[in-house]
Structures are given as C-alpha cells and as structure tokens.
C-alpha cells in the first residue's frame, strides 16, 4: 500500500524530471511520457481505492521528516473516504486532460516545457490530496501555486499572460500569508499538525484552542480565499485564462482551485467550533463558519452577476467557476460538507467539459475567443456542440444531469439555514442559467458570426474522446453515490436509494429548494432565449445602460485595487526606497564608509617610500618602548 | 678617590658605554646617511655594538651564554651582507642609483 501511494506520488514528478532533463527538445516523447505517468497514476489510484476499500477505511502512515530537539516534524498520508475521491477525481480528470492537451497543444515549439509543467501540477495536487497534516498541504499548497504561476505565464512572450501569472502568484501569497499564521498558532496552541490528532484532540476538548478558536479558523480561510479565489481575492482567477486552454481546465476549474473547498472539508473541526474571540476582540463575535458561508455567498453573486456581461467565452467560464465555487465554499459554511464535495466533484467534471469544449471551440476557430464571432456550430461542429450542451445543462442544475443533485443539495442547506444565504444561492442558480444560455445561444446556435466560424471544423478525435468521456461523467456522476460516500466520512448515515429513488429524493426531501431552483433555471434559460436565441449583438447594455457597464467591467474592483492598495503600496514603497537610499545607504553606510577612506587617506601620508623615514619611526618607536619599560 | 679608581679600572660601564656610542653612532648613520654602502655599514656597526655588549655580559657574568648569542649574530650579519651587497651590486649593474632617497618606489 505505501508502494503505491509513493508511486502515486511521485510518478508525475519524475516523468517532469525526466522530461526537462532529457527530452526538452522532443515534443512527442515529453507528452508521450507526462500522458503515461498520469494514466499510471490514474490506474495506481483506482487500485489504491480498491485496496484501501477492502482493507478498511482510514489508513494513515507517517515517518519523521526532521527531528530537531523536541520538534519533530511529520511527513505522511491519510487515506481516507475524502481523499480518496479527491484523489480519483483529480488523477482521472487530470489524464483526460493531458490526453486532450496533446491535440490542443500540437504545433507549439515549447511544448515540452508545457508538459513538463502539467506534471508539476499533478504531484503538487496529489500531495495535497494525500497529505496527513497541514504543513505537508502547505507545501503542496505552494507548489501548487507555482504552477500555476508557470502554466498561466506559459506563453510569457505575451506581457498579458506574464501579468496574468504574477497576479495569480501575489493573490495567492496574501492568502498563503494568513494561512501559515494560522498553521503556526495551531502548531502552538494545540502541539500538532496531523489532521486525525487534530480532530481528537478537539473531539475530546473543543475548547482546546481557547480564545484563537475563530481566528485560527479564519486565518486557515485566508488561504482558502486565496487559492479558491474567493472574494476579495478572486481577481486572479479571470485573468488566469491567458494561460492554455487545458490549463484552465485542470488548475483553474477542475482541481487546483478547488483545493481550498477541500482543505475546508479536511479541517471541518477546526471551522465547526463555536466562536471564540480574545477578549479585545470579542465583538466581532461572529463564528468562522459564518463568515466562511457569506463570503461564498457573495462570491457566488458577484462572480454570476459579472459573468452575465462578458464576451470571452474563457472569461465567462472562468466567472462561472468564480461563482460555483462561491457555492462549495458556502456549502461548508453551512456546516454541510458533504454537499460541498459532492459539487466539487461534479463541477469538476462539468466545468473540465466546458472549458475543453471552449478549447475545442477555440482551436477550430483559430484562437477566436470572442463569442459574438461564433455561433452556427450545430452542422460544423457536432461533437463539442453536444458534448457542451451537456455541460452547459448540468452547470445549470437540469435533472437528472449531476449537477441538479449537488446544486440542489447546497440549496437546500442553505434554505433550512437562513432564507438570506438561500434566496441567494436560488439568484445564483438563475444566473448561471441565465448567462449560460446567452453563451450557448450566442456561442453555438443562430447563424455563423464570422468568416473562421463558417470555416470550422470539428477537431481530432484526441480532443473529442476526453470530451465524450467528461460528457458522460457530467450526466451519470449524480448517480455515484458521492453524497452517501462522503456522508459517511463525516460520519452521517445516509438513506440507501436505489436510481429512481435517487432522482426523486430532492424532491421528497425539500420540495420547496428542489421547485424553486428548478423554477430559477426555467426562467434563466427562458430569458436567456428570448434575448439572445438568433440575437445580432447584445441588447444589455442598451437597456440597462450603466448596470450593464457596471458588470461588463467587473464592478471596477481591479481598477479600485488599482488606485487604493496598489497606489498606497507603490507609495510605501517608494518611502521605503528613499529610506533605504539616504538614510540607510547615506547616512549610515556612507559614514562608515567615508569614515574609513578619509583615515586611510590620512595614514596614507605616512608611507613616504623612504626607508630611512620608516627607520626613524622604528627607533623612536623602540625608544619609547624602552622608556616606558625601564620607568614603569 | 674610590669612585676615580673605579672610573680608571676597566669595568663593564665601560664597555657599556662604548657599545652605546657605537650603537647611537650607527643609528645616527642608518638615519642621516644617503649612500646604500654607507648606511649598510652603519647597520653592522649597529650590530657589532650589541656584540661588544653581549661579550661584555658574557665576560663579567662568567657565563657562555653571551658569546653563543654573539656568534648567531655574526651569522646573521654575514647572511644579511650577502643578500644586502648582492641587492646593491644588481642595481649597480642596471646603472641605477645607489643613493636611499632616490629608491621610494614604496611611496604612497
């Protein structure tokens, strides 16, 4: 078992080794080999769920890293219910895409470079995934992070996507700040990192963290915020789609950014406790759940509002992703979990879909990605046209599609919590619906809008197949069992259903959420129709004027980053500079410095070259000696 | 009457005294002197005055001591006008100046 999992491991990060060490210069090799080892580890995987299955759930193992003294740091993974779906999720929709990549990425000179990256990514997210305590998730949570850095600058000739990937980087860094603050504190308060240590100590005594409980949980959320790109940091995620198309899908909608919903999920006990704020604080007095539920409440809406006015088919999906994981990450805030990884999961093969049903789009359009010169896809371009209406309906929550269950199972929640958080997440789903249909109409149906749409053509099967396989993931996934399997980790018992009764059980369980947002979706895709189906440009902005503006422009919060921290920050730093420059550099420095040459200059004078100088100075030196010797 | 004699018999104050003079004469010539051979010469009168002290120790002391230190010395001395005359002969030989203010190459 522990052969496996170091296989599971460590596999990408060899063939990344193997790849820019040795076949840098040979395309076909480098993906050959990066496509094996993700398919190895797929198969590696699924063995592992076997076998873990059979052997009884959870299994731990850990050794020391380094020992310093008393410290003792730990090194291991956890197998359990939770990361074994994530394990498969991400390995298996991780191989599809790396399959799909190399038609996508066929013809680019740095090809190799692209692969080497992908496989980067996947061991960084397989050590999250199979990471046993925090310290190990933070480093993965790095690495993570810089490759994401690296694929999204991956054509970084372009200043845009070299922007693009700085942006991503330095969002990420302020999370990752706050949630290694948050790391430290636990360490301190509570003496461990270990999740299964975590989660007894604080079993056996919830208060054990005393007065940091919120804070923790909200320091820990930090780094959530950031790599979910949460608002207020949710404004590296639009920018990252400069990078590849596949690269979208896999990092920045499937896996990576749903890092943060997972780290939630695994550090549950920690969120679920009760409020408690130091004394000065105190009247803050709000719990980290609650504030981890409104802030994927709110990005939720924000992100679904701006999404309703884009034009880049990337852009959009890119807002779609924004505000489904606004919903995951609400999810758990509502103390459900469960409902949060059971979205995951089928987003993440959805959203996977979509984006490369975009890429598929994109390469056959010649890299248009303006959705205004598309449309009349239907004849041209069969496969990506089904295989996109298919996730463009299980985006939006149509039964008996995956994600109906999950969305459902979110709003749900949410109702039976506060009506505020579900009338929210109701508004959202029609929304989605809403700016979904005007990308599908506009996108897909009416008439060809441009030269390179009536010219396109379907693209080869390496593409399509990853597709047709996503496609049929995102209608049957509702029906594998993940909620019951994930209730179970949280150890919930749930209802065993058979098909039928699965369809039907939304229904039966909370009839009010299942119609409402099933209404929600009725009415988007109806609006959505009327204003876009066969539509020559967008009729928004006319009649909603500065609204319209307000949302095509993402409420202006880059520009307001802009001008406020952005402005505050390059001032501080020029104080800093001058600080540094004349105060440091001149007064400080430049004493010591001209200090130093005027004396050296001084003594200089002292050597005249003459022998007979320095042999005058030595005896009148030795006479003074003597003097001194002989009277004292 | 008693210090006259004393001032008349030999003693090792005058010894002393002598190696002093010569000692101080040399000096003076190291210092003042321009021309290398010269100043070279005032260097070994230097050490053949510390050689009268140390045999006048050596003498009044009934000890060996001294005169061993005196022939390390004389060693050395004869060492140092190798190397010394053979400097001063290889600059004679380049035509170059044997006169100490003219070799300040070392000047600052």
Known sequence: MTNILLAILFLPILSAAAITLFTLRRPTVSAGISIGSSCLTFILSVLLYRGAVSQGLPLEISFTWLSVGALSVELGFLVDRLSLLMLLVVTGIGSLIHIYSRGYMQGDP??????????????????????????????????????????????????????????????????????????????????????????????????????????????????VVGKSAQFPLHVWLPDAMEGPTPVSALIHAATMVAAGVYLLARAFSIFALPAAWPESLAWFNFSALEAVAFTGALTALLAAL?????????????????????????????????AGMYHLTTHAFFKALLFLGAGSVIVALHHEQNIWKMGGLLKRMPITFFTFLVGTLALCGVPPLSGFFSKDAIIAQAFSKSTCLGTISVGVAFLTTFYMGRLFFVAFMGKARSQSAEKSQETPPVMTYPLILLAIAAVFAGFWNVDTWMMRHYGLEPESAG??????????????????????????????????????????????GSVARWLKDKFYLDELYENTLIWCQDKFALVCDKFDRWVIGGALVGTVYHGVDLVGRLWRLSQTGSVQTYAAIFVFGFVVLAYWVVNW | M?????????????????????????????????????????LELMLNAANLALVAF??????????????????????????????????ARKKLPVWVNDLNKLKY
Not at chain 1, 197 to 210: E, M, R
Not at chain 1, 320 to 328: C, F, I, K, R, V
Request: proline share 2%; glycine share 8%.
């Open chain 1, 499 to 544: 098909w039928f009764a699965k369809l039907l059980y939304p229904f039966e369980h909370a009839p009010m959420a299942a119609l409402v947002s099933l209404a929600a979706v009725v009415c988007g895709a109806v609006l959505a129709f009327k204003l876009y189906y066969n539509a020559k440009q967008d009729v928004l902005p006319s009649q909603l």
């Open chain 2, 2 to 42: 008693e210090t006259f004699e004393s001032f008349l018999t030999i003693g090792l104050g005058h010894y002393l005294t002598v190696s002093v003079i010569l000692f101080c004469l040399g000096v003076l010539g190291l210092l003042t002197r321009r021309n290398l051979i010269v100043v070279y010469m005032s």
């Open chain 1, 306 to 338: 701006i999404a309703v006015q884009q034009n880049d088919i990337k852009r959009i999906l890119a807002y779609s992703t924004l505000s489904q994981l606004g919903y995951m990450v609400m999810a758990v805030g509502i103390a459900y979990p469960v």
């Open chain 1, 110 to 223: 740095s090809n190799s470079r692209y692969f080497s990256g992908l496989s980067i990514f996947m061991f960084s997210m397989t050590g999250i995934v199979l990471a046993n305590n925090l310290l190990m998730i933070f480093f993965f949570w790095e690495m993570v992070g810089l490759s994401s850095y690296l694929l999204i600058g991956f054509w970084m000739s372009k200043p845009s996507a070299a922007d693009a990937g700085k942006k991503a980087f330095l969002c990420n860094r302020i999370g990752d700040t706050g949630f290694l603050l948050g790391i430290i504190i636990l360490w301190g308060t509570l003496g461990t990192l270990g999740f299964s240590q975590i989660n007894s100590l604080l079993a056996a005594n919830p208060a054990a963290l005393g007065s940091w409980t919120t804070l923790v949980g909200l320091l820990l959320f930090c780094g």
């Open chain 2, 58 to 91: 050596s003498y009044f002391n009934k000890s060996l001591d001294g005169q061993v230190v005196v022939m390390l010395v004389v060693t050395i001395a004869a060492a140092e006008v190798a190397v010394g005359l053979a400097l001063i002969v290889s600059l």
